[in-house]
């Protein structure tokens, strides 16, 4: 090697070992934002520290959560409602008689039913109406409301009135007078009753309200309403009876599960009434087009039926009615996901059921 090479050499060695020497300068100032020194910041302390309390309570919240979601007892007392009931007629079983007539009525206590369904309007002149519709368009053929008619100025039912849910089934029946909702206490007197109020009428709420306890029935009478606004109301008039889960609170309580806090929050409905979603577009054709995807259906299926919820809320005393079911697969899908009703349109149809599988609903 030639002295000129060694000089080379020699170079390129004490540039490499300066080159070495600034390298962690260098590393820091490439971490180095803005002169922040990342490397001694005290956010990143901050941010150990909060990290470390953090963990430890989020793994127990979720610990005592799951176990609380258990068992139940340790915070609530269960409920002990005056009566517990898997057979539900809705409106009165309509696929086998004409709707929320007296004769439906009788004959699904006859063939079995547990409770009655029904929905309640006023009349012009202050009676009290058995009827899922106040506009008797689709149930009578006439453009007419029930709160704008005299009771005996209501017009029959149809002779063929089709299943709501059973889109192209047809019931008929000798009976197409609507039915008083006294008549309907007066002859069922220990029949449980599910009673939907649909308007805020304050008078119609007292009414119903009067009529139950005229008939002592107050535990065996439940308020149902979709409206949160409407429940309020049945609650401040009759804060005995026991009542359902609006569609509001339906959603609270699913976010309350889904985020851990059902265990620890206290809930003062006694029943939890909710489509069964696989009926839907199938024996139940929504007017919603957004209810029409199946991919929806099958998303509200898999976050609202869920095993671990239905079996928390029957350990605190809830009862839950799944509806409408009018096919055998669909009563057992309702009993396989843990309701503890079914409601259906068809009372016979469910009697059976129930009696081949007597052991398991027992």
């Given amino acids: 090697m030639n002295t000129l ?99 439906a009525f009788t004959h699904a206590v006859e063939v079995g039913t547990e409770m009655l369904e029904l929905d309640c309007h006023m009349t012009q002149d202050g009676h009290l109406i058995v009827s899922h519709d106040d506009n008797l368009l689709r149930q009578t053929g006439h453009d007419v409301s029930i709160s704008s008619t005299n009771f005996e100025e209501l017009p029959l039912y149809k002779e063929r009135l089709e299943v709501t849910f059973y889109a192209g089934r047809y019931s008929t029946g000798s009976d197409r007078k609507f039915a008083l909702l006294e008549d309907v206490f007066r002859t069922f007197p220990k029949i449980p009753v599910n009673i939907e109020v649909k308007e805020k009428n304050r008078e119609l ?113 809830i009862q839950i009615h799944l509806f409408v079911c009018n096919e055998e697969q669909d009563i057992e899908a309702a009993f396989e996901a843990g309701a503890t009703g079914v409601m259906t349109d068809y009372p016979t149809l469910l009697s059976n059921y129930l009696r081949m599988h007597k052991q398991r609903h027992e």
């Avoid at 309570?57 to 009566?83: C, E, R, W």
């Avoid at 009542?243 to 609170?249: H, S």
Wanted: charge should be positive.
């Fill in 205 to 317: 709420i007292e009414k119903v309200s009067a009529l139950v306890k005229k008939y002592d029935r107050e535990d065996i009478t439940v308020w149902a309403s979709v409206k949160s606004d409407i429940m309020k109301e049945c609650r401040k008039v009759n804060s005995s009876m026991p009542y359902m889960f609006t569609e509001t609170r339906g959603l609270q309580l699913l976010l309350l599960y889904y985020t851990g806090l059902l265990p620890f929050v206290p809930l003062g409905e006694s029943f939890l009434q909710y489509y069964l979603p696989q009926v839907i577009n199938r024996t139940y054709i929504p007017d919603s087009a957004i209810l029409r995807n199946r991919m929806v259906i099958s998303l509200i299926e898999k976050l609202t039926l869920r095993k671990g919820l239905f079996q928390h809320l029957k350990d605190r005393g």
């Fill in 5 to 103: 090479n060694r000089i080379a050499v020699k170079e390129n060695r004490e540039t490499g070992n300066i080159q070495r020497q600034a390298d962690p300068n260098q590393r820091r100032a490439a971490v180095s934002i803005s002169g922040l020194d990342l490397f001694n910041s005290p956010t990143v302390g901050i941010m150990s520290s909060f990290m470390y309390y953090l963990l430890p309570a989020v793994g127990g919240y979720t610990l005592a959560s799951l176990y609380l979601l258990k068992n139940p007892y340790i915070l609530h007392k269960k409920k002990q409602p005056a009566f517990y009931c898997t057979h539900i007629s809705h409106r009165g079983g309509s696929g086998e008689r004409i709707e929320s007539t007296m004769e």
